[in-house]
């Protein structure tokens, strides 16, 4: 009996509820505590992105050239259409270029012509036996038969207006010649009468003496004295002679280097005006070259075609006329980021950047790496909202293009990027602005 006793009691004991309340406390206020304590370490020595924030939208103005046309034209041939993906120089349209032909052609011959007599001048000017004609035109133009005629033409000049001034030089040194002989033989003739009349100035001086003392005829005197008077007037006229032949010869002199200056002083002033139009010419041809080439206007750049404006094959195209846009190929994608002006001084080049697309789904499709690679040097005004920015040039990273695949990112499509600027702690997220505030509060104005 008292077994069952004890063992009831046993029972009614096990059913009673621990009625102690510390212990339940006590865990309670591990928890919180380890709680409390491991958010605070957390808060404290957990590393968290510091960035700023900005609004930006896909660009590819810098990617993008506008095709247009110097000085325009009538097109006659169109080779693509919207949407064409096209090759760096593959031709787009052609233009008529029949006039610049044959101006071109015309220019050709001009400057053949030109040059032509340029080398016969420049031999003239020489004193060349023949004409060097230039090397690089005949390479030039080594098919065209109007260079070989123009040539055969200065050559048969040249010849003629050699010859007629060597003639005219000619002409003048047989007549020097003649008056040098003329010289010589009245030189020589002087020089005879000279020896005469020294006789008998020396026979007369002997006679006066007998002629004096009666043993010579006075008569025959007279005869000797009027001998030797003729002799001294013939020298005289002799020395006049003599004088004039050599004034001769000195004119004939000054012509010969009259006609040698002035032949040379034609020579050079023609050289002068012919070296002018050649330089004009070769001015025309380089310019009338290109616009010939660019009556095929090629793509600058691989790409695609876009907002195609001419469309018309015989159709007239106005010097500078937007004709259509090429978007570049398989260029890095750039983002043109709005920043706020109170956090520029935290921005500088280089610095990483994480990009969203919203009209992207953001479950598939994280975060894009990429960096900043310019900042605007002023702040710039917002058309629509008047409010100042800084402009900032984001370009998406090798490694984003490559998360991107598959996806078509466009042309002023959104984004939202995210420019890391360093790490904070949790804990200075949640009190930098409190304590900015305080620094505030506390000073005094």
Do not use: C
Not at 3 to 29: C, F, H, M, Q, Y
Not at 136 to 148: H, M, Q, S, V, Y
Not at 367 to 373: D, F, G, N, T
Request: proline share 3%; no cysteine; charged share 25%.
């Amino acid at each position: 009996m008292m077994k069952n006793n004890e063992k009831n009691d046993k029972a009614a004991g096990s059913d009673r509820v621990d009625t102690r309340i510390w212990p339940p406390i006590l865990r309670g206020i591990i928890v919180i505590v380890l709680g409390v304590g491991g958010f605070l370490f957390w808060a404290v020595q957990a590393p968290l992105d510091a960035g700023v924030v900005a609004d930006g939208t896909v660009t590819v103005s810098s990617n993008r050239k506008t095709i247009q046309h110097l000085s325009g034209g009538r097109v006659t041939d169109i080779f693509i259409k919207e949407g064409d993906v096209v090759k760096k120089d593959q031709v787009l349209v052609r233009l008529d270029k029949m006039q610049l032909d044959m101006r071109y052609s015309a220019l050709n011959a001009q400057y053949i012509s030109a040059k032509s007599i340029e080398d016969r001048l420049l031999a003239e000017r020489d004193g060349l036996d023949t004409i060097a004609f230039d090397n690089t035109l005949t390479e030039k133009f080594a098919d065209n038969k109007r260079l070989a005629e123009v040539r055969n033409l200065q050559a048969k000049l040249f010849d003629t207006r050699k010859k007629t001034i060597e003639d005219e030089l000619s002409m003048i040194q047989e007549t020097l010649d003649g008056l040098l002989g003329q010289t010589e033989n009245l030189n020589r003739i002087k020089g005879y009468r000279d020896h005469q009349f020294n006789l008998i100035t020396r026979e007369l001086g002997a006679i006066r003496a007998l002629s004096e003392k009666n043993y010579y005829p006075k008569a025959q005197l007279l005869v000797l004295e009027r001998e030797a008077a003729e002799i001294s007037g013939s020298v005289s006229e002799d020395i006049l002679n003599i004088a004039k032949l050599k004034s001769q010869q000195n004119e004939l002199k000054i012509k010969a280097y009259q006609v040698r200056h002035q032949y040379l002083r034609e020579v050079e002033s023609e050289l002068t005006e012919k070296q002018k139009e050649v330089a004009m010419l070769e001015d025309e041809l380089v310019s009338t070259r290109h616009e010939l080439d660019n009556t095929e206007i090629r793509s600058p750049i691989d790409g695609i075609v876009l907002d195609v404006k001419v469309s018309t094959v015989g159709g007239v195209i106005q010097p500078g006329e937007h004709l259509m846009d090429i978007i570049a190929a398989r260029q890095p994608l750039q983002i043109d980021a709005k920043i706020p002006v109170h956090a520029i001084d935290k921005l500088v080049p280089g610095l990483t950047v994480d990009v969203l697309f919203p009209a992207l789904n953001h479950a598939l499709l994280p975060s894009v790496p990429a960096r900043v690679l310019t900042i605007s040097a002023d702040r710039l005004i917002d058309e629509v909202t008047q409010q100042p920015y800084y402009l900032a040039e984001v370009q998406v990273s090798a490694e984003g293009v490559h998360l991107l695949g598959d996806y078509k990112i466009k042309a002023g499509m959104p984004a939202s990027v995210t420019i890391k600027t360093g790490e904070r702690t949790f804990l200075s997220y949640l009190f930098k602005p409190l304590i900015a505030r305080l620094e505030l509060a506390f000073k005094e104005y």
